[in-house]
């Protein structure tokens, strides 16, 4: 038994048929090309760029012909590292901007919902500070009854609250509005991840100081070098707002803010201030500079819009997607994520044909508000020529539009709030492409 071959579905190719290289792009993609019983367990192999995120402090064991002849190694303890076989890995922004940094989650490299913390996509305007959790301290002052530094031992104390939100950067896929610029979802779209934060609610804490007359808003300032500041509508600090100190069951990463960034789900990633510092109440918004500046969006006629804080619903299928190469016509897991920072997905279509005829996709419960739903859709590819789409609706029955119409209304000049539907083209041979349908 152990030396056969596991069966395999007729779709699934052989690592013969994988023409993974080492190049430019990582190639999360490329699942199902590599066979093995893990493959079909659902684990998912993924063919990346070899090097130093492949085995990243994993311990390189020897591979036994027949793992049950003597134990492995004995448990290390410690902090849990992936599979040494396990390879997908964030990709850094290309072509940086000054003073910018950060990298893209591999949305076709993972599954289900949750994104592992270690995957979550990053944006920095100075780099990523160390900070102490014991030095660490947060002013909140303006107009309150009560100005107060609250060290992280004090917010420990607050009642705490958890749930699961996705973050998107205003910039995903603002690559993507004149022509396919991205090869790869990791390109197009990875700018958006999605993690259960676990924190102190931004309200109970604006009840410990008391709000004034006239709290209106909010500025945000984080510990950074990267002057990141932003004015918060006090509506939404008293709704959902959360001062997080954990993701994913642990301490948030430094990356993602440690130890203490605020979370606004639904909005636009840049007003989730990380590294947080200081909240100063207000009665009018600040228009500090990246507010009036780097997230303000130029329309076709030249106006500007300011305060787009809410990140519209969007999908996107993840398999198969650019750089991918559906080795044989046959059935195949369409899949991909869907999220709306207005509540919850009602629905994810798909379409074979450029969005001529659409059918209705499965979403996987648990269905949750302002987080990445994941969708499903069993289809059968002819071996001819197709364009995939998906499109989804929220709850206020908000439906993403096409790139075409998004163009129409907003133009070119702006980079944010891309959420056109995205076109996966696959050609005869089976490959698959980055187009605008
Ligand atoms: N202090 C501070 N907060 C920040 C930023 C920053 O550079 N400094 N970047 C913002 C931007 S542009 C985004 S999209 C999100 C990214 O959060 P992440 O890096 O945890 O994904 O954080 C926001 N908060
Ligand atoms: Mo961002």
Known sequence: ?????????????????????????????????????????????????????????????????DPTSQPGPASGGGYGLRSQFETVSRWEFPLPQPGVSGSFTPLAGTHGTITPSGLHYEV??????????ARHKLLIHGKVKRAKVFTMADLYRFPSVTRTAFLECAGNGGMEYARPSMPHVQGTHGLTSNSEWTGVALSTLLREVGLEDGANW?????????????????????????????????????????????????????MSIKWLRRLDVTDKPSFTRPEVTTY???????TTRYFTWEMEAKSVITFPSGTMKLPIPGTYEVTGLAWSGRGK???????????????????????LSMAHTRFTFGWRWDGKPAILQSRAT??????????TALVDVRGVNSKDHNNGIQSWAIDAEGNVTNVHA
């Open 124 to 133: 920095h305007r100075g780099g990523v500070p160390t900070i102490d959790p």
């Open 1 to 65: 038994m152990k030396d056969e071959k596991p069966e395999v579905l007729d779709v699934i190719g052989t690592a013969e048929d994988c023409d993974c290289k080492e190049g430019m792009f990582p190639d999360p993609g490329r699942r199902a090309l590599l066979l093995g019983g893990a493959a079909l367990a659902g684990t998912g192999l993924f063919a990346g760029r070899a090097g130093a995120e492949a085995t990243q402090g994993a311990s390189q064991h020897a591979v036994l012909d």
């Open 394 to 403: 929220d709850e206020t029955g908000y439906v993403q539009p096409t790139i």
């Open 218 to 270: 909010l500025l945000g300032e984080g510990s950074d070098a990267g002057m990141h500041t932003r004015s918060i509508p006090i509506d939404k600090a008293m709704d959902d707002a959360i001062l997080a100190y954990a993701q994913n069951g642990e301490a948030i990463r430094p990356e993602q803010g440690y130890p203490l960034r605020l979370l606004l789900p639904g909005f636009e990633g840049n």
């Open 296 to 302: 303000a969006d130029t329309l076709a006629d030249g």
């Open 345 to 367: 997905i009602t629905g994810v279509e798909v379409s074979a044909d450029g969005g001529k005829t659409w059918a209705r996709a499965n979403l996987v419960a648990p269905v």
